[in-house]
Nanobody
Framework: QVQLVESGGGLVQAGGSLRLSCIVSGRTVSNFAMGWFRQAPGKEREFVAVISWIDIRTDYTDSVKGRFTISRDNAKNTVYLQMNSLKPEDTAVYYC???????????????????WGQGTQVTVSS
């Protein structure tokens, strides 16, 4: 079983930065794809960013490109989401997710991810 524990959310003013962390435990993750998703009130959960653990390929939704950076620390089994130039529309609960099959071609598909964290709230004030 895989456990994902997120941290790093909080309240920040527009233009500020936050770094989210997701510690992965329970299984070897070398072939995983690790994603960040978010869900704002009244909206569906949406893809934000993804990283392939083995070759560090990354992808982002258009609205965060140039502002957010996903990375991973192999020694710490941790995935990060560095969020800069935050906007009020980035306000959401952010979830870390793991695709244990590492299907890069389905990286945008919520249904492909078989493990999820509990979520961490990010609130950006204007």
């Amino acid at each position: 079983q895989v456990q994902l524990v997120e941290s790093g959310g909080g309240l920040v003013q527009a233009g500020g930065s936050l770094r989210l962390s997701c510690i992965v435990s329970g299984r070897t993750v070398s072939n995983f794809a690790m994603g960040w998703f978010r869900q704002a009130p009244g909206k569906e959960r949406e893809f934000v960013a993804v990283i392939s653990w083995i070759d560090i390929r990354t992808d982002y939704t258009d609205s965060v490109k140039g502002r957010f950076t996903i990375s991973r620390d192999n020694a710490k089994n941790t995935v990060y989401l560095q969020m800069n130039s935050l906007k009020p529309e980035d306000t959401a609960v952010y979830y870390c997710a793991a695709d244990s099959r590492g299907q890069w071609g389905r990286r945008l598909d919520l249904g492909e991810y078989d493990y999820w964290g509990q979520g961490t709230q990010v609130t950006v004030s204007s």
